[in-house]
């Protein structure tokens, strides 16, 4: 039997770990790519609930619920 290969060969993360790959959009519009990474999952959970209670996205809700509640 032959082996296919497309591209580079897959990497697979340990058990309770996750191949992790972020880019982030800056105020002036560049993008930044980061190396994929193999982090723990506790750590990938903890990371994803922070950026999103300091999004602005979560803050715009957040202030328009102050201003119905008043």
Known sequence: ???RR???KAR????????VSVSARDANGFVH????IEAPLGSL??????LHL???E???AHC???AASS
């Open 6 to 8: 497309f591209g580079r």
């Open 12 to 19: 697979v993360p340990r058990p309770g770990y996750a191949l």
């Open 54 to 56: 300091h999004s602005s």
């Open 33 to 36: 790519h980061y190396d994929e």
């Open 45 to 50: 959970r903890e990371s994803l609930a922070i």
């Open 58 to 60: 979560t803050d715009a």
């Open 64 to 66: 328009g619920e102050e």
């Open 1 to 3: 039997m032959t082996e």
